[in-house]
Nanobody
Framework: QLQASGGGLVRTWDSLRLSCAASGLGFRSYAMGWFRQAPGMEREFVASISWSGSSTSYVDSVKGRFTISRVNDRRTVYLQMNSLKPEDTAVYYC????????????????????WGQGTLVTVSS
């Protein structure tokens, strides 16, 4: 089970940190990802991280602003979001998958085995 938290209402250029706590799975054996779905849009990939945290990947629109990290002892993955923009407004989902490739295959939603419930991030202009 994955439990996402940390969403809220912030202003443009503010920062926010999302957390995703895992339970009931061998956390260290799962690569993790963050996805988001804006109103009226399809869900999209945001970031992924390997089992150890040594490899990460980001969608171009968040590179340099967002950082994905994980603390395996805490069974938690984070998404630090800086310099937020109104276009970052979305419901953010964390997800877990067994495999990790370090390439575009990590962005395929259908390959993620487990999904959290989502947390809403609203960025006002």
């Amino acid at each position: 089970q994955l439990q996402a938290s940390g969403g809220g209402l912030v202003r443009t250029w503010d920062s926010l940190r999302l957390s995703c706590a895992a339970s009931g799975l061998g956390f260290r054996s799962y690569a993790m990802g963050w996805f988001r779905q804006a109103p009226g849009m399809e869900r999209e990939f945001v970031a992924s991280i390997s089992w150890s945290g040594s490899s990460t990947s980001y969608v171009d629109s968040v590179k340099g602003r967002f950082t994905i990290s994980r603390v395996n002892d805490r069974r938690t993955v984070y998404l630090q979001m800086n310099s937020l923009k109104p276009e970052d407004t979305a419901v953010y989902y964390c997800a877990a998958r067994r495999s990790y490739y370090g390439d575009s295959r990590d962005r395929r939603q259908e390959d993620y085995d487990l999904w959290g419930q989502g947390t809403l991030v609203t960025v006002s202009s």
